[in-house]
């Protein structure tokens, strides 16, 4: 499985622990690669464009709080991005929603933050007619608002 991950300086080190920690993945980086100061919509819209292409089938965006790079992830058409803190939170985003990137503070403990994307990207959408119904609302809201 391919995976994206991308991050802005607050998250730098942790998407280099994420990169060295993760196994059983193929990882692409698309910055940022250093921990000098940039934007997080730079790099949270170029992640959500490659998930969207399939170039990547999954992502992992990080930034400070990890909520500014996950809004930005979801500004683009067909992507759903969670802010996750916790290991089930991370389960749910996939199991629920079909979440195709997982956010995350860079202030999230190493460990965990592993384990939750573990959790993420080990997570099968369930394809309830429940959760697939409520997808389908926010995919017709896209198309008909063109976001």
Known sequence: MKIG??????GYELKEFLKNNLTGYEIVDYGTNSSDSVDYPDYGILLAEKVKSKEVEYGIAICGSGIGISIACNKVKGIRCSKVSTVKEAEYTRNDNDA???ALSSETKKKLALK????FLSTSFSNDERHLRRIEKIKKYEE???C
Do not use: G, P
């Open 100 to 102: 195709n990137i997982v």
């Open 116 to 119: 939750i994307v573990q959790k």
């Open 5 to 10: 991950i991308a991050s802005d300086h607050r």
């Open 144 to 146: 008909e608002h063109e």
